[in-house]
């Protein structure tokens, strides 16, 4: 009895494309990318347009790239992606350069939806501003000063829904947003420490509540999310880490999950 050594390699390549789907709607996107390198069938099935809407790079580490630079993995990942709606970057973000970005950032003109678990260079937000002009959910994981304020009303004035949690707050930051961000629609702070100026020079302090002036600039938002809960386990956490949790060492959890359901993940 003879057996065809490509027998094996066929029975995979002629898999049903609604398996095939099935399969890849598991992968990460660098499996996927490989997948796609199998044989014709593959391609075509990793190409369907509904794997390609929300791109997850948060777990990724080095290794996944056979220690390749991660900024081309980027541009590779956004070349598979003109109709990408939702985008989720690196938690370390080191490895991406600014031009990198920026030719990734020119094939997602119809983003939506992005979420920056760490901190991210201005030029970042400026070719978002640039290249993605549907842009109107952001989640941001990093200190929220003035200077992040301002980057965001530079480049991405039109956002509808911003999400801090778990960060700290400057009050004077979040009050110039609201005030100025006129399409802002949901603002989440939960979780969040409020900073204001301190009597000290060079201090800040700690706000126990929101005062009314805040109160009153968000009322005009179809929804201002903030804890309310003073025995809340995770303002404790970031009240014991002065307001900087360090998301490797802690529940993926706590940034994972949002009270604003489209940024959750």
């Known amino acids: 009895m003879t057996t065809n050594k490509n027998s094996r390699f066929d029975k995979w390549a002629y898999l049903d494309k609604d398996v095939l789907l099935r399969i890849f709607m598991i992968l990460n996107v660098v499996d996927l990318i490989r997948g796609a390198c199998v044989c014709t069938s593959w391609q075509e099935a990793a190409s369907e347009p509904s794997l390609w809407k929300m791109v997850d790079l948060s777990k990724l580490e080095a290794r996944n790239f056979n220690r390749q630079p991660e900024s081309q993995h980027l541009v590779l990942v956004s070349g598979r992606t003109p109709n990408l709606k939702r985008l989720v970057l690196p938690v370390r ?63 991405a004035p039109n956002l509808k829904v911003l999400s801090l949690r778990c960060n700290m707050v400057h009050r004077e930051a979040m009050l110039r947003l609201l005030k100025e961000m006129k399409h802002l629609q949901v603002l989440n702070i939960s979780h969040c420490l409020i900073l204001d100026h301190s009597p000290n020079p060079g201090f800040m302090s700690v706000l126990s509540k929101l005062d009314k002036v805040i109160l009153e600039e968000a009322s005009r938002l179809e929804k201002f999310i903030f804890c309310k809960n003073d025995s809340c386990h995770i303002c404790q956490l970031q009240i014991s880490t002065n307001g900087i949790l360090f998301w490797s060492r802690y529940d993926e959890g706590i940034w994972l999950t949002d009270e604003v359901c489209t940024l959750a993940h």
């Open 93 to 155: 973000n080191n490895d991406i350069s600014v031009n990198e970005f920026e030719e990734a950032a020119k094939n997602w003109p119809n983003l939506e939806s992005l979420t920056i678990p760490c901190s991210f260079p201005v030029k970042f937000m400026k070719a978002i501003g640039k290249h993605c002009k549907n842009l109107y959910e952001l989640k941001i994981m990093r200190r929220f000063d003035t200077d992040c304020a301002e980057t965001i009303l530079a480049y």
